[in-house]
């Protein structure tokens, strides 16, 4: 048996023996040290262990008596994180109520993701630096506008195959990081890097962005850390904001980068937010989601069942039913590929089969990929991306 790493400067993977786990090994491109770990299999919600988007106040502590918190499903508890039983303590004891809308206009607009509406932050020129020498380029920006707004404080992963590139001469591919409940952003971390590579390796640019409303241990996490992070991820529209600046960082700062080539891609909730992109912005190329989820009706009985949750995430209903992919199914903006493995635990393929069975009702350009067997993360890596690559390789 091997193990795959990745190098946490360079993101150069490798695989190593077995019994190499729980020992420390050299990078042979860049020279830092790399722990040998079986990876943590990523799923739609487990999110990366990452920075905080921005410093939060912690939740006020309770001085009443401690009382038994309302019955929670295992799906619930997912949902908050394990300090989910004070959270829901301090919410009957206290009447805890996080504002969901900072903003009136954005509260009361009907047209949730009018994206003109949210201001296009300023880019930093990217610093590319070398990663082995045929291997790719990368550079790292974080925008430190300090969360004056949705996708101030965003993180941007530009990649570029090595060697010099002609203006508009490279296909791009926008990627978001996995690993959220739909209800939270995520930061960018070495466990994104194994979704990139592949691409940069075929030739292609990347942009892999950060989502708004990121927490470090969702876990553990109070209920101002919960609230504030529905609160950002509501005010980024659920990510396009953060998706729209990568778009807008690609073509304004990356002269490579062919504008009539850029696709969308994504895996789990990344997929999720691939697919709303496609439904919101017209100048994308294509879409390739792997295992993404497309019905929320789950996700709302869930919330029914419990409804101390909307005090936690006020106005969640209608948040989710407009970023819902399927509530825009009609307003599909390009060619997609999906991808899903029959095995899937944790996204039922089913949920693709009537996602692609609407979109086909509607006339779009669909390509419907499954494998017989697999779970819900390698079959990606394995031959979601390649065969997403193959397929993006013969747009003109």
Known sequence: MAIDITCPECFQTYRVKDDLEGRRVRCQ???????????????????????????????????????????????????????????????VIGGLVFMAWK????????????????????FP????????????????????????????????????????????????????????????????????????IPYVKAGFAVVAYSLDGNIDDPENADGSDIGDAYDEFVLARAGLV????????ALTKVP??????????????????????????????GCAAYAPGSDFTELQVELDKNPLLRLVFPHV??????????????????????????????????ESRQFVSLLEAQGKNVTFETIPEGDHYFPMLDQGIPQAIEWMENFE
Request: aromatic share 6%; charged share 20%.
């Open 103 to 122: 903003s009136d206009d954005f509260g009361g607009n009907e047209d949730l993701y009018n994206l003109a509406a949210v201001t296009i932050p300023e």
């Open 125 to 196: 020129d990217p610093e590319l630096k070398m990663v082995g020498e045929d291997a790719f380029q990368i550079a790292k920006v974080q925008l430190k506008n300090n969360w004056g707004g949705p996708g101030t404080a965003m993180q941007l992963w530009l990649y570029l195959p090595v060697g010099e590139h002609a203006d508009k001469s490279l296909p791009c591919v926008l990627v978001a990081p996995a690993g959220t409940n739909l209800l939270r952003g995520s930061n960018l971390g070495e466990g994104s890097a194994p979704e990139h």
């Open 317 to 350: 209903k209608r948040f989710l039913t407009r970023s819902c992919p399927q509530t825009h199914v009609a307003d599909f903006q390009c060619p997609l590929f999906l991808f899903h493995a029959e095995g899937d635990q944790v996204v039922r393929i089913s």
């Open 29 to 91: 491109e860049c020279g830092a040290g790399i722990d040998v770990e079986v990876e943590e299999v990523i799923e739609e919600l487990a999110p990366l262990p990452t920075k905080k988007v921005r410093p939060r106040k912690k939740a006020a502590q309770s001085k009443s008596p401690k009382r038994a918190a309302a019955p929670m499903s295992q799906s619930t508890k997912i949902l908050l994180g394990s300090g989910a039983t004070a959270l829901l303590v301090m919410a």
């Open 256 to 285: 490579a980068i062919d504008p009539r080539r850029i696709f969308t891609a994504g895996h789990s909730s990344a997929g999720t937010l691939a697919l709303l992109f496609a439904e919101h912005e017209p100048r994308l190329c």
């Open 242 to 249: 953060n998706a729209r600046n990568a778009l807008e960082f």
